[in-house]
């Protein structure tokens, strides 16, 4: 049995007798997770629909929207890296509150639209005003007795299509340099065409040196050819772009006059994975004796790195 008693501010509350089809979240001790859990509380995931989905708990009210005095609980997409390019999804939610004096539930939700459209650019829906935190608080009432609340979701998801591409940039404040020293050692010795470095992070992403001894394309026979890589793009999005500047040097591990490279590059998935010198220095230079670069055929090479900007597809 249900019963809608209230309809305001957009908002409509009922009651009813039947749990939460989908998702029960029960909070102990809630006077300790407002204490210690800052402004939110995001519950584990669950499924309906065939989406994945989390609540989302501001105890003391979404201070981004100006929300005093109210709990406020919104409803999430979770895992959508999955999901096609282009994606909406457009679902009806409802959230409950147990009374436990009565054991009935206290449902919330839009009242001025049936349905909601989840998108890479809003995953995200809600109501900021939830509950008064006066009522809330009230054990009278049943939703916290004995320091202990139990919410719900139910999620009907009513269509879902496939939209124009587009691209999410993430510019980063403050980045990271990182440095990585790689040492080849038997560099005269070995066949290898190319040398690639063990992988190292960088800006949250896997990078890594080639090193082609006898030069690659323009470079090859005459020279010494030296790239930045992703070290593997299939972990990545297939529209990801990175945004990174880097030097690579020859170390001199004589006198530290080192061969340097400086770029900045947008690494790509697609085409542009790597980035470098197809003509570092001439192999006649490297292998002189007393320079520094080749020592008991020792090669050290190194790779400053600083990630700017990520892009990717929603």
Partial sequence: MEAVFENQGGVARSISDAPPAHYTLKIQLFSLLVNTSGQKYESAEFEAGGYKWKLAL???GNKSKNVKDH????????????LRLGWEVYAVF???????????YLVVQDAMSKEKRFHG???EWGIDQFLPLKAFNDASNGYLVEDTCVFGAEVFVVKERITGKGECLSMIKDPLSIKHVWRIDNFSKSDTECHESKVFIAGDQKWKIQLYPKGRRLGSGSHLSLYLAIAD??????ASKIYAEFTLRILDQVQARHIAGKGNYWFSTVSNQETGWARFFSSSYFNQPGNGLLVKDVCLVEAEVTVHGIASAF
């Fill in 58 to 60: 501001y105890p003391n």
């Fill in 71 to 82: 709990l406020s609980l919104y409803l999430a997409m979770s895992n959508t890296s999955s």
């Fill in 94 to 104: 409802r959230f409950f509150l147990l009374d436990q004096n009565k054991d009935n």
């Fill in 121 to 123: 650019l809003k995953l």
């Fill in 233 to 238: 793009p299939t972990t990545l999005s297939p």
